[in-house]
Nanobody, 120 residues
């Protein structure tokens, strides 16, 4: 099986920055798409950013260039750099990866979630 371990969340003041990491391990032949989602209580989980194996990126329009997604294929890790944070960014952030197994199947996995709280 595949495990995703997220780190980097925490409490930050408005205008501050955080860098989230998500490392995948386990039965992985290769990783295709990787992405970050976030969720607040009572709301649907929403896409923050995604990145393909080739480095193409897609962002939620509301982020207005404040977030940057990147990946290190050698480390099976995806990052989310978050700048100019405000209270609207407070949420649980989840990593998602699409993994190709040794059998050639594509399967989606979720991280455990990491809390990001923006407050003064």
């Amino acid at each position: 099986q595949v495990q995703l371990v997220e780190s980097g969340g925490g409490l930050v003041q408005p205008g501050g920055s955080l860098r989230l990491s998500c490392a995948a391990s386990g039965s992985i032949f290769s990783i295709n798409d990787m992405g970050w989602y976030r969720q607040v209580p009572g709301k649907e989980r929403e896409l923050v950013a995604a990145i393909t194996s080739g480095g193409s990126t897609n962002y939620a329009d509301s982020l207005k260039g404040r977030f940057t997604i990147s990946r290190d294929n050698a480390k099976n890790t995806v990052y989310l750099q978050m700048n100019s944070l405000n209270s609207e960014d407070t949420a649980v952030y989840y990593c998602n990866v699409v993994v190709r197994t040794s059998w050639g199947l594509l399967r989606s996995y979720w991280g455990q979630g990491t809390q990001v709280t923006v407050s003064s």
